[in-house]
């Protein structure tokens, strides 16, 4: 089974922070991607990466930047948190041929204050 | 740019109830993907479906795909408690070039299913 992990379930930074959340998956996957889920407005493409050191901007990119320095790994930064980006987090991962089909992992709770 | 829009957002059944789920999307898609999401957790991954007309049916829940409508339809049967989660469908973006596995989705329809 594809297994994605990410560093933390629940967080809580202050205002103006740098926060970093980790996500790793063990399937040799090509794909990764970031989300944000938000009561109301679904899931919402951050970044997504395709290879190492390969990303591409999402839907809402603006205040974040990711890092994948390693296949298994893919970093999303918070350069200065804020309030609004009090959300949770999920990445999640795939590969071809399937490249559709995700696998998610448990979720990020990130509150900023 | 594809939007998708679910409805209802949030939907309140008996056990026991026949209910649909409705996934609209606004430009041309051949795939769609219906996952669920348990309180507290992660998403699962409950059907793929991959061309126009396509059924799939697991327990009490059946999806369909009409791609001329741009609709995808969830239909719960005799709901169960068990049931209680939230909903979401996905869309393949079709557009020039490799789309790299990335989705779009819907807003998510809360469903509780009550004694």
């Known amino acids: 089974d594809v297994k994605v992990t990410q560093s933390s379930r629940y967080l809580v930074k202050r205002t103006g922070e740098k926060v970093f959340l980790e996500c790793v998956q063990d399937?040799?996957?090509?794909?990764m991607f970031w989300y944000r889920q938000d009561p109301g407005l679904g899931l919402r493409l951050i970044y997504f990466?395709?290879?190492?050191?390969?990303?591409e901007k999402g839907d809402i990119p603006e205040g974040y930047s990711v890092s994948r320095e390693k296949k298994e790994r893919f970093s999303l930064i918070l350069e200065s948190a804020s309030t609004n980006q009090t959300s949770m987090y999920l990445c999640?991962?795939?590969?071809?041929?399937?490249?559709?089909?995700?696998?998610f992992g448990p979720g990020t709770r990130l509150t900023v204050t | 740019e594809l939007k998708v829009e679910q409805n209802p957002l949030f939907l309140s059944m008996q056990e026991g109830k026949n209910y649909t789920i409705y996934c609209n999307y606004s430009?041309?898609?051949?795939?769609l993907y219906w996952y669920r999401q348990d309180p507290g957790k992660s998403l699962e991954s409950l059907f793929v479906?991959?061309?126009?007309?396509a059924v799939k049916q697991e327990g009490r829940l059946m999806a369909s795909l009409d791609t001329k409508a741009r609709l995808s339809t969830l239909h719960i049967t005799a709901a169960v408690h068990d049931l209680s989660a939230t909903y979401f469908c996905?869309?393949?973006?079709?557009?020039?070039?490799?789309?790299?596995?990335?989705?779009?989705f819907g807003q998510g329809t809360i469903l509780t299913v009550h004694p």
């Open positions: 999640a991962s795939s590969q071809y041929p399937r490249a559709h089909e995700q696998y």
């Open positions: 399937m040799d996957h090509e794909n």
């Open positions: 990466s395709y290879d190492v050191k390969m990303k």
């Open positions: 430009t041309t898609s051949d795939r």
């Open positions: 479906l991959l061309s126009n007309g």
């Open positions: 996905a869309v393949v973006p079709v557009a020039g070039g490799t789309s790299y596995g990335k989705l779009t």
